[in-house]
């Protein structure tokens, strides 16, 4: 197989340890680079039930003949669920020319550790929260973040009080300033950032800069470019990829895929892990996306866009 590196002089042995990450780190990275490209490795099936927002699925088994349509720009964050399988990743990378890479050892142990570092809760905040838990009954115990509306990349929070009682099992306690503060796994990967706070009517609110969702506002057409523009096509420049939207006809949505999209293989699990998902989470009006790419090259034979 052909490597980028064949084209350089780099003899240097890998060492997994210079790229590997704690959650802390990985989480924080993701959140802050300006150009970062996050691949799970894990089965369909796996990424279907639970994934970090804008991550780009790419099971293992097809990692290394894919490896051409990594980008050389930006960093590429990796994770998985076997240990081995993201050290050999890692190493292909390595092998292949690329040096702006970083890995955790696997999907459980990044969403296992989470701690009180991953959220920032202000000092009225605290106040309020103290406060309210001593005035209340032994069996309000503790506030829990909740996800209210979520899409591909970014959600809004809540923040309500709970009974430990009414706590399922799964859910992680973490340890905030003596105040025990309670995440299910579903909001873990968009957590590490979050800051609570009071507002101007003195109640708690929890958001995150970053991955806050923004109201989207104009025609459909104009919604849907948007969503193409901030999250989708982030997403799919990974693989040096775009989408571009065609047509609104008939509440349906026609893309078409361009650059590394065209003609690649898990084309139908981008669409429909991903650019389905992102789109119709955020425009209820939209019923269906399709997928209107001559993906063989030449003229595509079954789409004709509507007469102006």
Not at 95 to 106: A, P, R, T, W, Y
């Amino acid at each position: 197989m052909f490597k980028f590196s064949d084209l350089s002089d780099k003899d240097e042995e890998f060492n997994a340890q210079n790229h590997l990450l704690t959650p802390k780190k990985f989480f924080e990275k993701r959140r802050t680079a300006k150009k970062v490209y996050v691949f799970d490795l894990r089965s369909s099936e796996n990424f279907e039930t639970s994934h970090l927002p804008g991550a780009h699925n790419l099971p293992f088994e097809h990692f290394e003949d894919s490896i051409y349509q990594m980008p050389f720009s930006g960093e590429i964050m990796l994770y998985g669920g076997d240990e081995k399988e993201l050290f050999s990743a890692a190493e292909i990378l390595y092998d292949n020319g690329f040096e702006i890479f970083s890995f955790i050892d696997s999907y459980d142990s990044l969403i296992g550790g989470v701690d009180a570092s991953f959220i920032d809760i202000s000092p009225k905040a605290q106040d309020h929260i103290k406060k309210f838990l001593n005035a209340s009954s032994e069996k309000i115990q503790g506030v829990s973040i909740i996800i209210e509306t979520k899409t591909e990349r970014k959600a809004n929070y809540s923040i309500q009080f709970i009974e430990l009682s009414d706590t399922p099992a799964e859910n992680i306690s973490i340890d905030f300033e003596n105040i025990p503060v309670l995440v299910s796994k579903e909001v873990i990967p968009y957590l590490e950032g979050t800051e609570v706070d009071l507002n101007d009517k003195g109640e708690l609110e929890a958001f995150n800069p970053s991955m806050s969702i923004t109201e989207i506002s104009g025609s459909v057409e104009e919604q849907i470019q948007h969503v193409l523009d901030e999250e989708v096509n982030p997403m799919v420049a990974s693989h040096g990829g775009v989408v571009s939207l065609l047509e609104v006809k008939d509440q349906n949505a026609y893309l078409e895929f361009g650059g590394g999209c065209q003609g690649c293989g898990m084309i139908d699990v981008t669409l429909k892990q991903g650019v389905e998902v992102m789109i119709k989470a955020q425009i209820p009006d939209i019923e269906a996306i399709y997928d209107v790419t001559d993906h063989a090259g030449g003229t595509n034979p079954y789409y004709q866009p509507s007469e102006k």
